[in-house]
């Protein structure tokens, strides 16, 4: 993170420094690789390392990088990359911080705006336009946009396309670049998006809308990962019919088996494989069998309780449906 925003997180959270850490670098190799992890130019974050090495010898670092962990528990580098490869050019041991992932409970999004901040440097020289163009794309790609504002371009575009653009203005603070750069590459981006009456979701925008919409579910769960335990309660993701055998019920007896049971919720959505070719009532077909097929577990006489505790479902189609609850 930038030196400023460390100063004012240990302004703002009392205990923010004592979640700073030394580490050994050589940790990050991997990451450090790959361009992808990174939300600036990979090309132009290399070239700073030799200034970033000589300001850390000189002063040393003053300020940490911030990391989050994968599902392994394996510390993954949110932002300062450039100090990283340095010290790792140094064989010096790397200042991190972790207070974000262990209290805040930031979600996706907010963990790519962060990224996206503390690289918008002043004056504006690290994070280049066409960095920046990257970035609101990825936005747009991802389904940020619709998070954001809570309903879907078609819905009202205008105010849409207002409140995008002045969340950007927001978050790169420091740039040049005026409301009608946003304007322009906010809407090519949504023109180029797929306009197919069913939404797909990949793995991880599946959890993005769990954590995000959690409030809507009559239970409490505050995880981030699949089969994580809070509150009593886990969830789980059925997106095909051989889930249900093959994953589910294992998974449930084992969470509802133990000495203090966990309440298993299970999350369901179409695969791109399952909803090919399927019309609106046939989508609405195939989740009547979920329905059915969890109904018929619960009811076998040898379970004491339900093994299943609720069955919901992430919207997918555009036109009759709110993008933005879950289906009963």
């Known amino acids: 993170m930038k030196l400023e925003t460390y100063k004012k997180y240990c302004e703002e959270f009392d205990d923010f420094s004592q979640f700073n850490k030394e580490v050994d670098p050589s940790i990050f190799i991997k990451q450090l690789e790959n361009s992808k992890n990174q939300v600036r130019a990979f090309d132009l974050m290399m070239a700073n390392v ?39 050019d140094e064989n010096r041991l790397l200042l991190v911080n972790d207070y974000a992932y262990q209290k805040l409970g930031w979600t996706d999004d907010e963990w790519f705006d962060f990224r996206c901040q503390e690289n918008d440097h002043l004056p504006q020289v690290a994070n280049s336009n066409a960095d920046i163009k990257r970035q609101v794309m990825e936005r747009v790609q991802s389904g940020y946009f619709n998070r954001l504002v809570g309903f879907t371009y078609d819905t009202n575009p205008e105010k849409w ?14 740039s040049s670049l005026k409301k009608d750069s946003y304007f322009r590459w906010i809407g090519k981006g949504q023109l180029q998006k797929p306009s197919g009456k069913v939404k797909p979701y990949d793995e991880k925008e599946a959890m993005q809308f769990v954590t995000s919409h959690s409030n809507q579910l009559p239970f409490k769960w505050t995880g981030t990962k ?17 889930n249900v ?34 019309n609106p009532a046939a989508i609405k077909k195939e989740r009547q069998w979920y329905r059915d097929e969890f109904a018929k577990l619960n009811s076998h006489s040898l379970l004491k309780g339900r093994l299943i505790a609720t069955v919901h479902f992430l919207p ?13």
């Open 161 to 174: 396309m207002d409140d995008a653009c002045k969340k950007m203005l927001e978050t790169y603070s420091n």
């Open 245 to 278: 055998t093959k994953s589910i019920l294992g998974y449930a007896f084992e969470k509802t088996g133990r000495d203090k049971p966990v309440n298993v919720h299970v999350m369901v959505y179409l695969s791109q494989k399952s909803a090919a070719g399927k």
């Open 50 to 88: 030799p200034v970033m090495r000589t300001s850390i010898t000189k002063n040393g670092q003053q300020a940490p990088v911030t990391i989050s962990y994968d599902a392994y528990d394996d510390p993954v580098i949110e932002d300062g990359f450039t100090r990283a490869k340095a010290c790792l």
């Open 226 to 242: 699949v089969g994580q335990v809070t509150h009593g309660n886990t969830v789980y993701f059925a997106t095909d019919r051989t």
């Open 316 to 328: 997918q189609l555009r036109t009759q449906e709110n993008m933005y609850q879950f289906i009963k």
